[in-house]
RNA sequence: GGAAAGUUGCCGGAGUGGUCGAUCGGGACGGUCUCGAAAACCGUUGUACGGGUAACUGUACCCAGGGUUCGAAUCCCUGACUUUCCGCCA
């Protein structure tokens, strides 16, 4: 969440800042320097009655250890109505902090300057393009037609098993993810991620702490017997790694890669984008972490976007790089750049990647810090990125690199598949 | 699922009603010594929210939430979690 103090000392800027988010601010941000001014308030009071009492009770102490008892049951008096005043004021402490953070929560994390205007994905601005579009043969077919004809993913089967868009992989297409994931991590890891395997459930407290509760509630699947929530990324469990931690100044970056499988509900969704592999409810994915100083976070998100070009070019695919504009952004993000895949036969261009900065705005939540040289406490950076999700570059491979034979497969994922075409 | 024990600072581990934010040990950091290092010795070592230009200072925090008391890490109640044993089991 946004940090009280720059909301209070910069409203105006804060609430048009907002704006470019489609968050009209006004209202709420009033009401969040008020609590803040109220709880400030009754904070003073009820530090100088609770520093009265203290006093009396040492007093008391004194006189009982001295046997004056007449003057210590007087003392003892003069404390009932100090009582009184801490419990009504300090109630009302606790129940503007509450109402504050409450608040707080719903406030999206501002935009970076940089952030283009707009409120539809039309209005992403493509930073640049790569890759060779691929010259289809006459009879192409979309991937799901592939998956059938190769016998490389059974969705029907999934759908008796599970439900709609939890596919079944077979053979090669079981081969072929399992390919992906190694070259992922090996890749990840060959960047100076250190990899980890996370729950791939997680409590509320964690849902919270990345900002997808309460914003995204219902599209969690949630395991209600135990209050557990089921990943929708790799980037809960393994960013709340650092919750309620306090680095080191020279332990940043810490960077961090995990394979997991992602679970969305994805309420609301439907149509041809989510024919085929286009949107599951159980997917794949490897994601990139990093938690950073935060003069330096601008020039991370710089390297993971670069990073992950790495991947989309090795992978033979032709790719773009979006600037999302403030409407297409996620609730938590200051800066994101999404990365698209050309799906020939669809003829679509498929989202592979989004690689965020976060700014404190995560670390504010997860109290996730680091020490500066004065010992004084600073929040985080925190940043992610797919790198990549597997289905939609699946797509992409399969309808880019059919061909009258079969399915040819990139040279760079050879050693990891084990065979070099489908057919 | 049944039974028992436990939860204190970076870690280990004291503390069972009053100068306890907390003994001690380890670690880490700084210093002395050394060509350098080790050892030894000396010192430092919490967080949050307030007030104050500042030096400084107030409050809260010993798993969480309630309660008893003038006063709670310490006593009582509730909950969460952890560990061990038994059962079940990949």
Redesign the pocket.
């Known amino acids: 969440m946004l940090?009280?103090?720059q909301i209070a000392d910069n409203t105006d800027e804060v609430i048009a800042r907002l704006a470019k988010k489609n968050f009209d601010g006004k209202a709420i941000i009033g009401q969040v320097v008020a609590l803040?001014n109220l709880?400030?308030?009754t904070?003073?009071q009820?530090?100088?009655a609770?520093?009265?009492?203290?006093?009396?009770?040492?007093?008391?102490?004194?006189l009982?250890?001295q046997g004056r008892l007449v003057e210590?049951t007087q003392?003892?008096e003069k404390?009932?109505e100090?009582?009184e005043t801490i419990?009504k004021l300090?109630d009302q402490q606790?129940d503007a902090?509450q109402k504050l953070n409450e608040l707080l929560v719903l406030i999206p994390n501002l935009p970076h300057p940089s952030v283009p205007v707009g409120n539809h994905a039309e209005d992403n601005l493509i930073e640049r393009t790569g890759g060779k579009m691929p010259d289809l043969y006459a009879d192409a077919v979309p991937h799901w037609d592939l998956a059938k004809k190769y016998d490389l993913i059974d969705f029907e089967l999934g759908v008796k098993i599970s439900g709609a868009g939890f596919p079944v992989y077979k053979g090669k297409g079981a081969r072929l993810q399992r390919a992906l994931i190694n070259f992922f991590l090996d890749n990840a890891r060959e960047a100076g991620y250190l990899e980890v395997q996370p729950p791939y459930v997680v409590n509320a407290a964690s849902g919270y702490g990345t900002g997808q509760l309460p914003d995204k509630e219902g599209q969690m699947y949630h395991c209600t017997v135990?209050?557990l929530y089921l990943i929708p990324t790799a980037e809960v469990p393994v960013t709340n790694i650092y919750r309620d931690v306090?680095l080191?100044e020279n332990e940043l970056p810490i960077k961090n890669t995990a394979y997991s499988a992602c679970f969305r509900r994805e309420a609301g969704s439907y149509g041809k984008d989510v024919r085929g592999l286009n949107r599951l409810h159980q997917f794949d994915k490897v994601e990139i972490v990093q938690i950073q100083h935060p003069d330096k976070s601008y020039d991370t998100l710089d390297q993971m976007v670069n990073y992950v070009q790495t991947l989309v070019e090795k992978l033979e695919l032709p790719w773009r790089i979006l600037r999302l504009c403030g409407g297409d952004m996620s609730f938590t993000s200051a800066l994101t750049f999404d990365f698209e895949v050309f799906s020939a036969a669809q003829e679509r261009w498929l989202e592979v990647s989004s690689v965020s900065n976060f700014e404190s705005y995560q670390a504010n939540r997860l109290?996730c810090?680091y020490?500066t040289a004065d010992?004084?406490?600073?929040l985080c950076h925190t940043l992610n990125g797919s790198a990549l999700a597997l289905p939609r570059i699946v797509a992409a491979l399969l309808e880019n690199n059919q061909t009258p034979e079969g399915i040819r497969i990139p040279k760079a994922l050879i050693p990891y598949t084990g065979f070099d075409i489908i057919d």
């Open positions: 940090i009280i103090k803040d709880r400030k308030s904070q003073v009820v530090d100088k609770s520093a009265e009492l203290n006093n009396l009770s040492k007093e008391i102490g004194l009982l250890k210590a003392s003892k404390t009932v100090l009582k419990k300090s606790v902090e135990d209050d306090i080191n109290k810090r020490r010992k004084k406490t600073q």
